[in-house]
């Protein structure tokens, strides 16, 4: 399709964190945002979650693997179809669906993400681009994180003048350092991102085993839990956090942390993941080219205001609620992939050596046309 000047792009995100969708619409030309637009959140009930997390694991002919994928294409279609008439003024050209990611092993150059975005153009009857992170991997790229070109266009619209970190506490945690002074996103220098460690992922899954809930709600259990120091110290020595960036994981490498907690009480158990989230994000800052200004605190992380408190004591840093700048830190992923679809259309880079260590700019992505 042909793109001149910014146009309506809609953009939808199912992370690791298992808890919905997220879809968000966005005016841009795929380098410059021009207007934010409205967005919605559609959680999983707790068997479409179920459905899903059987999945979890599993590549594209994995037993559970249809069930999964039709259960993401039912709560898609049914959010982005609302989206679409939302606002006669915001009607999207174009929809980014990034599915659902099951498995992700880039050493060995895969990742699948489940959901049929040929499948949703029809049913949508627009545009949708999918499959973003399969070209990456297949050229040598980890395929994670994808938002920092989108980080990037929100540093300059936010008119940042110094390096700054976004930070992404979805249930992986991944960042994203910015120096603003470039003109371009592929620009050496311009962007240093990788995956952080465990972030929501296991205090989720600890909530939702032990007390039917789907997350620590503001911490409380953190808040009032000791942390079992022998196991972040042994958390830490991972191999992971020996590797240089850019780098990236898979939502279940760190899966023996929850095994690691089992004899410990709820709020000890909630205490000692979040310092495992909280701790990989200070050992990421040691991989800086500068020190940041600050640090921008997007996903659902940022509500938990004990792993706030613990981020702040351990990076020494600034570290700011993206929703404080006038970004939603909610919907920041989707607006991202609204963002990469129409990069993709216009056919620009959507990640780099800096940004996933792919030996050169890559476009990700598939196009699917009703």
Known sequence: MKINGPIWALGAMSGTSLDGV??????????????????????????ERASIAKALGQWHDGADVARAAETVETVHAALLSRMMTTDPDQTPRIIGFHGQTLAHDPDNQRTHQTGDGALLAELLQCPVV?????????????????APFFH???????????????????GVGNVTYVDPSYDKPQAEGALLAFDTGPANAPINDLMQARLNQPYDRDGAFAGQGAVNMQIVDKFLTHAYFHKIPP???DRDDFALL?????????????????ECCATAVARAMEHMPKPPARILVCGGGRHNPHIMARLRMLTGAQIDNIDDHGLDGDMLEAQAFAYLAVRVARGLPTSCPSTTGVGANVGGGTVSHP
């Open 22 to 47: 997220d879809a968000a619409l966005l005016r841009t030309d795929g380098e410059t945002i021009a207007e934010f637009g409205v967005s919605d959140y559609r959680g999983y009930s707790a068997d």
């Open 130 to 146: 999918w499959d973003f992170r399969s070209a990456d991997v297949q050229l040598g790229g980890q395929g994670a994180p994808l």
């Open 152 to 170: 990037f266009a929100c540093a300059k619209y936010l008119s940042l003048t110094s390096p700054s970190v976004f930070l992404n506490l979805g």
């Open 247 to 249: 780098k990236s994981l």
């Open 258 to 274: 929850s095994a690691q907690v089992a004899d410990l009480s709820d709020a000890d158990a909630a205490a000692t993941l979040a």
